[in-house]
């Protein structure tokens, strides 16, 4: 009582308090209801108390799942509703967060809102240290501790911009952005119709401007900026963004409108161009099909088996080695070079850790990597065509989980293989991936893709990752989580390519989406650095390339409610993938962008200029 009498002495004349709370997880009781009163007495705002209810002006909820959630919401009480922490952020988390908000901003009955669990990852540096690296329970010989249930902040305890701060960012946006129907202006020439919602209670849309740009294929092919129309709290306004019928008509290939709402003038909080609000509206996505490769001047493969073990084929183009035993690419060597590394083709990788996943999944404890290995059922191959066709059938055994896989390689004169993966977990699957794991040459430290970027994304968590071109390295693709976990994951990915400082690359183009990480470790050698600074201990040479089927998304199992179904491995069910490992040739020509065309606008004129006269610069 008497803590509670001076928090509210301290902290009355604060309007950012907008109700008292009486504690947190303190049980309940004579005491509680004694504390209520004595908050009363002092100040008439709200309190609330998780803990009990019935003595609170407002009910409480901790991690609810989303059905209990609308169960609890729909009860017919009359009190508010708020869920005083969900969506635990523990290591690399923030799943199914859209869906919360979609049900509490837009369909709940008496919900007022929900606090994310929380902001700031509480880690500590050693005493004497200097060196950035941070820690967390049981570093410092502490015992009894909570080893890394501290670090759940959606932002890191050096306050670095994470990717879980930008999907709450997205998903809290004031400013909603939806595409009518008509999504284009009648009689014009090819604009785009947006409808923006104003949520703001104290600001209008036209202290703001709309920056847009349209990408074809993942590549910048316009951007402007519009000033918006004057739209109080809680209205709407429409307005016709200017692509032109090239691409609002254009069904061959992926057309993307990409927008950010911006501050026009700087404000006490931000400057000039802060962006409040962003959103992405698809207007074409056409069904991908990897189109049998150009053959011109290629001469047939040759084919031998080497030691009875060793099916190797090749031409001046393109030489590949299979291990017959093993049923497993063992070499490529793509333009002269070797593409792999270890021998280390494709093999089956249904392993991630990451904190927040459950700490049961299925009946199976999860976070030490399971004994795991591959056998060999079927090894088959044909000549057809000038190629070769390999079929390796094998089933993976995780403990206790046995997932049959198929893994078919079309190796092709022009220089490319065609992989085709198909995985039939059964009834007691319980792992959180079905996906295939390479080890490539070191020197293709380079990456880009056409996917979801730039920052890592998954499917659970990608509001916020536009779909674009991004490079990067895969020194820079790690993430700097304290509790060391999977990371990196890239969504809905087109193309790949693999590249090195002296020109060589390697690309892979799929033929549906799929997800794809790029690392110097293993996810085995992730979960055993244990702290992030410790990676370089566990840090190999060579790129470890995944190639994902199907990843889970991250849900929120650390504390609270695990992955939506919807986002899972369904047992029983079929999944398949296929992609094209091609070399640099065939990679460029498969990732190109586009020839750029300077075009006028009405009113403009080019004169003697050339795209070098222009000074590239980020959107």
């Given amino acids: 009582i008497d803590r509670a009498e001076r928090m509210v002495r301290r902290d009355r004349l604060h309007p950012s308090v907008i109700f008292w709370s009486l504690g947190n997880e303190s049980g309940g009781g004579s005491n509680i209801v004694a504390e209520r009163d004595a908050v009363r007495r002092l100040d008439d705002r709200p309190i609330h108390y998780e803990g009990m209810n019935s003595v609170a002006d407002m009910d409480s909820q901790m991690y609810p799942s989303l059905e209990s959630m609308e169960k609890r919401d729909r009860n017919g009480a009359d009190k508010p509703y708020i869920l005083c922490e969900y969506a635990h952020a523990m290591g690399n988390a923030i799943g199914n967060l859209a869906e919360y908000w979609d049900y509490i901003e837009n369909k709940s009955v008496r919900m007022i809102g929900a606090c994310v669990w929380d902001w700031v990852d509480q880690g500590i540096t050693r005493y004497g240290e200097n060196n950035g690296n941070i820690y967390f329970g049981g570093a410092f010989g502490d015992m009894p501790n909570d080893n890394d249930f501290c670090m759940n902040g959606i932002i890191t305890a050096d306050r670095r911009v994470t990717a879980k701060l930008l999907q709450v960012k997205k998903v809290y946006q004031y400013v909603k952005i939806t595409q009518p129907v008509p999504e284009l202006v009648e009689g014009d020439e090819g604009s785009v119709l947006l409808r923006l919602e104003n949520r703001y209670t104290s600001c209008d849309l036209s202290e703001m401007e709309l920056c847009y740009k349209a990408l074809r294929n993942g590549l910048l092919v316009a951007s402007g900026k519009m000033s918006l129309p004057r739209t109080g709290p809680w209205e709407s306004c429409e307005v016709a963004v200017p692509l032109g019928k090239s691409l609002s008509e254009d069904k061959d290939n992926d057309i993307t409108l990409q927008v950010e709402v911006a501050l026009r003038e700087p404000v006490r909080w931000a400057d000039a161009g802060h962006v409040v609000a962003s959103g992405e509206v698809i207007l074409s996505e056409p069904v991908r099909h990897l189109a049998r490769p150009e053959a011109s001047g290629a001469s047939p493969l040759k084919t031998h088996v080497e030691e009875d073990r060793y099916l190797c084929c090749g031409n001046d183009r393109i030489q590949a080695r299979f291990d017959k035993l093993e049923g497993k690419l063992v070499s490529l060597r793509l333009d002269g070079g070797e593409v792999l590394r270890l021998g280390g083709g494709p093999v089956f990788n249904g392993y991630r850790y990451i904190s927040n996943d459950a700490e049961r999944f299925r009946g199976v404890e999860y976070h030490d990597p399971l004994p795991t290995s591959i056998r060999l059922s079927g090894f088959n191959y044909h000549e057809a065509d000038g190629g070769l066709t390999v079929e390796t059938d094998h089933v993976a055994s995780v403990g206790k989980t046995e997932v049959p896989y198929q893994v078919v390689y079309e190796v092709d004169p022009s220089g490319c293989v065609d992989v085709t993966a198909t995985f039939r977990p059964g009834e007691e699957f319980a792992l959180h991936r079905l996906g295939l794991r390479m080890l490539m040459d070191p020197a293709y430290e380079n990456v880009s893709w056409y996917g979801r970027g730039p920052m890592e994304n998954y499917r659970d968590r990608k509001d916020a990752a536009f779909l674009g071109v991004y490079t990067s390295t895969v020194t820079d693709m790690a993430e700097p989580y304290a509790r060391t976990q999977s990371m990196g994951g890239r969504t809905d990915v087109r193309w790949i390519r693999l590249s090195s400082s002296d020109g060589r690359a390697v690309g892979i183009t799929a033929e549906a989406p799929l997800e794809f990480s790029a690392q110097h470790f293993t996810d085995e050698e992730i979960f055993s650095a244990k702290y992030f600074h410790n990676l370089d201990m566990v840090r190999r040479s060579e790129v470890v390339l995944?190639?994902?089927?199907?990843?889970?998304?991250?849900?929120?199992?650390?504390?609270?409610?695990?992955?939506?179904?919807?986002?899972?491995?369904?047992?029983?069910?079929?999944?398949?993938?296929?992609?094209?490992?091609?070399?640099?040739?065939?990679?460029?020509?498969?990732?190109?962008?586009?020839?750029?065309?300077?075009?006028a606008a009405p009113g403009c004129a080019f004169e003697d200029i050339t795209l070098d006269d222009f000074e590239m610069v980020d959107y």
């Fill in 546 to 599: 995944n190639l994902d089927c199907f990843m889970e998304g991250l849900g929120n199992g650390s504390c609270g409610p695990a992955t939506l179904e919807k986002y899972k491995i369904q047992p029983g069910k079929t999944y398949s993938c296929k992609f094209r490992i091609s070399g640099a040739e065939q990679a460029a020509a498969e990732t190109q962008a586009p020839q750029l065309v300077l075009k």
